[in-house]
Nanobody, 120 residues
Framework: QVQLVESGGGLVQAGGSLRLSCAASGSILSNYAMGWYRQAPGKQRELVATITSAGATNTADSVKGRFTISRDNVKNTVYLQMNSLKPEDTAVYYC??????????????WGQGTQVTVSS
C-alpha cells in the first residue's frame, strides 16, 4: 500500500506560481497512475491533472496552459507546477495514486491535502 504526502502549498498573489510535490512511500510509484485533485469550500472535489505510469498527461480545461503535472519515478514523487494562478484556484489540493487491480477496477489512495490560497 502506498502512502502519499503533499507539500508546497501556501499563500500566493494572483499571477504567481507554486509547485506542489507528492512524495510516495511504501510502494513503487511507477506502478501507479497519479493525479492531482482539488476541493474548494462548498464545492465537490474536482480533477486537476493526471499522469499515467507511461507519462501520458491529461489536464482539466480550467487549468490547461497554466498547470503542468510531471513525475519522477526515481524520486518516487509527482509534481504539479502551477503558473499564472488565479483566486479561483484557491482550494485544498490532493494527490491521488491509482493502481489497477484488474481491467476497469482501481484501488485509489489519497494524501492528506495541501492548502493553496491565491489572493487578488
Amino acid at each position: 500500500q502506498v502512502q502519499l504526502v503533499e507539500s508546497g502549498g501556501g499563500l500566493v498573489q494572483a499571477g504567481g506560481s507554486l509547485r506542489l510535490s507528492c512524495a510516495a512511500s511504501g510502494s513503487i510509484l511507477s506502478n501507479y497512475a497519479m493525479g492531482w485533485y482539488r476541493q474548494a469550500p462548498g464545492k465537490q472535489r474536482e480533477l486537476v491533472a493526471t499522469i499515467t505510469s507511461a507519462g501520458a498527461t491529461n489536464t482539466a480545461d480550467s487549468v490547461k496552459g497554466r498547470f503542468t503535472i510531471s513525475r519522477d519515478n526515481v524520486k518516487n514523487t509527482v509534481y504539479l507546477q502551477m503558473n499564472s494562478l488565479k483566486p479561483e484556484d484557491t482550494a485544498v489540493y490532493y494527490c491521488n495514486a491509482a493502481l489497477m487491480v484488474r481491467p476497469g477496477l482501481f484501488s485509489h489512495y489519497w494524501g492528506q491535502g495541501t492548502q493553496v490560497t491565491v489572493s487578488s
